[in-house]
């Protein structure tokens, strides 16, 4: 399985490629007026406007540096059979890595603000989280992507 590397604050996290549709650069985002912090805003790809997650705010709290490293992760979110795409920001991307199914690890404690965590692997010298995009998002949050 191909995967995604990039990090949060200071700590490695995983998507798996099947999840992802692309990796873009960092780009002027359209602010969105009186929404919450971890919506950074909305930009146009490839024709269809998407709106623009922090992916720090959602997992740390703390907002993603704009950094000439941070790239936008085109992501496809499913939600009561509907489907979605949606961009996140992250502060750095690292690289795409291949990892066999069989060097998952599950964690050894499940924490409910987590959801978000699925197994990890071990990569050079320490541990990489994979991310469970269908975990990533709470209710409030795929409430403001799913409405019509």
């Keep these: 399985m191909l995967v995604l590397l990039f990090n949060i604050e200071n700590m490695m996290y995983g998507i798996k490629s099947k999840n992802l549709i692309e990796v873009i650069p960092y780009l002027k985002l359209a602010p969105i007026p009186n929404t919450p912090k971890y919506i950074l805003g909305s930009f146009n790809y490839r024709g269809t406007n998407l709106a623009a997650f922090d992916l ?3 997992t740390s709290g703390k907002e993603t540096e704009n950094k000439l490293s941070s790239k936008i992760l085109i992501v496809n979110i499913s939600y009561g059979g509907e489907e979605k795409i949606i961009g996140f920001v992250v502060r750095r991307v690292n690289e795409i890595i291949q990892i ?3 060097e998952l690890i599950d964690q050894s404690i499940v ?3 987590a959801r978000f965590i699925g197994k990890m692997f071990k990569y050079k010298n320490g541990l990489v989280q994979l991310v469970n995009t269908e975990s ?3 209710e409030e949050i795929k409430q403001i992507i799913f409405t019509k």
């Design 111 to 113: 924490i409910n603000e």
């Design 56 to 58: 720090n705010v959602i």
């Design 136 to 138: 990533l998002l709470n």
């Design 100 to 102: 066999d199914e069989s």
